[in-house]
């Protein structure tokens, strides 16, 4: 038999565990269309991070062969003199979708050249930078994918634990008990009506004698 901890006697327990039993049911319902859209989203951004880890690898390529080039033109002195004082920053934008608090996207800010740097040596070098401010921000978006990819992945994992708890154990050991709990009521009002009917029975015979 399986017993809750708080479950009133009688017909208030078998209406306290039915209610319990249709709030469950319906807790699985919301799980399930909750776990149907988050799979949905994953699958999305799955193909985005595919996608932003292409463009990443892309676009480190065209800017490790602009910097060959560079240098081949210009030699090390001259991509050393190129380089900003400063560094690059990232501002990530955040969003909560189903409940999921994700990067969203990813505001990259270059580091430049002070107005008193020198000329740089070639077009090649001008070129490489730029393609290096575009490989950084390629890493940044893919960065941002791929963290909510990793965060939408714990949730939908999380959902389907949830939901196999609901579904496996908790509605399970709910129908038991009200299962129990009617069966013992069944079994009280058999057990009254018997009563009942040998008291009227005795009645009746006290009345004839």
């Known amino acids: 038999m399986t017993t809750f901890s708080g479950v009133p006697a009688g017909r208030a327990g078998r209406t306290w565990l039915l209610t319990r039993l249709i709030t469950a049911r319906r807790g699985v319902e919301l799980l399930e269309s909750k776990l149907r859209v988050l799979?949905?989203?994953?699958q999305r951004f799955h193909l985005q991070a595919e996608r932003a880890a292409a463009e990443w690898r892309d676009s480190c390529r065209e800017a490790q062969t602009w910097l060959v080039r560079a240098a081949l033109l210009g030699g090390q002195r001259a991509i050393a003199a190129a380089v900003p004082d400063g560094?690059?920053?990232?501002e990530v934008a955040w969003t909560v979708a189903m409940g999921v608090?994700?990067?969203?996207?990813?505001?990259?800010?270059?580091?430049v050249p002070a107005a008193t740097a020198a000329t740089p040596a070639s077009t090649a070098l001008v070129v490489a930078a730029e393609a290096y401010r575009?490989?950084?921000a390629a890493g940044a978006r893919h960065a941002v994918v791929t963290e909510a990819v990793r965060?939408?992945?714990a949730e939908v994992l999380a959902t389907r634990r949830r939901l196999r708890a609901v579904q496996d154990r908790w509605?399970?050991?709910?129908?038991?008990?009200?299962?129990?709990v009617e069966t013992a009521l069944e079994e009280l009002e058999l057990a009254e009506g018997g009563r009942l009917r040998w008291a009227a029975a005795r009645a009746r015979g006290t009345g004839e004698r």
Do not use: F, M
């Not at 608090?101 to 580091?111: F, G, K, Q």
């Not at 509605?171 to 129990?180: F, G, K, N, S, T």
């Open 101 to 111: 608090r994700h990067p969203r996207d990813a505001v990259v800010r270059s580091a």
């Open 87 to 90: 560094l690059a920053d990232a």
């Open 39 to 42: 799979q949905r989203e994953q």
């Open 171 to 180: 509605i399970p050991r709910l129908a038991e008990a009200l299962h129990d």
């Open 134 to 136: 575009q490989a950084l």
């Open 151 to 153: 965060r939408i992945d």
